[in-house]
């Protein structure tokens, strides 16, 4: 695998204000290292615009996007109105997750990832989509066995761990003919770990770089970008779907120094 076929798909802060100019900053600043661009869906709990509308505002600014889309906050009714959404918009690439924990309320429960990817399959025959362009869904999984019907997907989005030999030792395991991408997270400071610790049990982030990110605010992004490097030269994997959090500019800097 070359450095060209190695893709770097950055994930954004969706506003959570009617307000996009932070999503066209990130844009433009991180557009010179990103090959596209994942929009979370009512990021970690939180109502955000939506992400098909802006998948379409990366694509107006001549970007590529993957728009993430929920089980937890969707019926059967409203997935399709926003496939019809999609479709109208010309947004065509999706990340299908189940959600993260709401910050208030519970969830629909009629939808999960595996229907969802059912009924997506199945817009193809729907007269209401004649003329639309085929749907390209990924799913994302855990560092462990993958169901047979997540290897349906178009692609797939590894969980983010900051060991590259776990990431290795799991790819190295996975029988997958579709492209795969590894989660790679910046650490922006102690405080950051310890939350992840408690929403991802079996993350593991090591002491010395929790230990070196509270010394130097900088350390979280050259581990994050070395990372990546790495993973790069494996040659295992088709790309990194990094999360850069509030340290974008410092990661483009950083990955355009690399280029």
Same mark, same amino acid.
């Given at each position: 695998?070359?450095?060209? *076929?190695?893709?770097?798909?950055?994930?954004?802060?969706?506003?959570?204000?009617?307000?996009?100019?932070? /999503?066209?900053?990130?844009? &433009?600043?991180?557009?010179? /290292?990103?090959? +596209?661009?994942?929009?979370?869906?009512?990021?970690?709990?939180?109502?955000?615009? +939506? +992400?098909?509308?802006? @998948?379409?505002?990366?694509?107006?600014? !001549? !970007?590529?996007?993957?728009?993430?889309?929920?089980?937890? #906050?969707?019926?059967?009714?409203?997935?399709?109105?926003?496939?019809?959404?999609?479709?109208?918009?010309?947004?065509?690439?999706?990340?299908?997750?189940?959600?993260?924990?709401?910050?208030?309320?519970?969830?629909?429960?009629?939808?999960?990832?595996?229907?969802?990817?059912?009924?997506?399959?199945?817009? &193809?025959?729907?007269? @209401?989509?004649?003329?639309?362009? @085929?749907?390209?869904?990924?799913?994302?999984?855990?560092?462990?066995?993958?169901?047979?019907?997540?290897?349906?997907? #178009?692609?797939?989005?590894?969980?983010?761990?900051?060991?590259?030999?776990?990431?290795?030792?799991?790819? #190295?395991?996975? +029988?997958? *003919? /579709?492209?795969?991408?590894?989660?790679?997270?910046?650490? @922006?400071?102690?405080?950051?770990?310890?939350?992840?610790?408690?929403?991802?049990?079996?993350?593991?982030?090591?002491?010395?770089?929790?230990?070196?990110?509270?010394?130097?605010?900088?350390? &979280?992004? *050259?581990?994050?970008?070395?990372?990546?490097?790495?993973?790069?030269?494996?040659?295992?994997?088709?790309?990194?779907?990094?999360?850069?959090?509030?340290?974008?500019?410092?990661?483009?800097?950083?990955?355009?120094?690399?280029?």
């Amino acid at each position: 695998m070359t450095d060209r *076929d190695f893709g770097l798909v950055c994930e954004i802060e969706p506003p959570t204000r009617p307000d996009l100019r932070h /999503v066209r900053h990130q844009i &433009g600043v991180l557009a010179p /290292v990103a090959q +596209s661009f994942l929009i979370p869906d009512n990021h970690i709990g939180r109502a955000t615009v +939506s +992400s098909i509308a802006v @998948a379409h505002e990366v694509a107006a600014m !001549g !970007g590529r996007s993957i728009a993430c889309l929920n089980s937890r #906050d969707r019926n059967l009714l409203g997935f399709r109105r926003d496939m019809l959404t999609a479709a109208a918009y010309g947004v065509n690439e999706f990340l299908f997750v189940y959600g993260d924990k709401p910050t208030a309320g519970g969830r629909t429960s009629e939808l999960n990832v595996r229907t969802m990817i059912e009924e997506a399959r199945s817009l &193809g025959d729907d007269p @209401a989509f004649a003329g639309a362009s @085929a749907f390209r869904i990924g799913v994302a999984t855990g560092l462990r066995r993958v169901p047979s019907w997540k290897q349906s997907a #178009d692609f797939v989005f590894a969980q983010v761990s900051y060991s590259v030999d776990a990431l290795l030792r799991w790819r #190295d395991s996975a +029988s997958l *003919d /579709v492209p795969v991408y590894a989660g790679v997270m910046v650490l @922006a400071s102690a405080a950051m770990a310890r939350r992840l610790a408690a929403a991802i049990p079996d993350i593991e982030i090591p002491d010395a770089l929790v230990e070196r990110v509270e010394q130097d605010r900088r350390a &979280g992004v *050259d581990a994050a970008c070395e990372q990546i490097q790495q993973l790069r030269d494996s040659g295992a994997f088709d790309g990194v779907h990094l999360v850069p959090v509030n340290r974008y500019r410092e990661v483009a800097l950083r990955l355009e120094s690399q280029v």
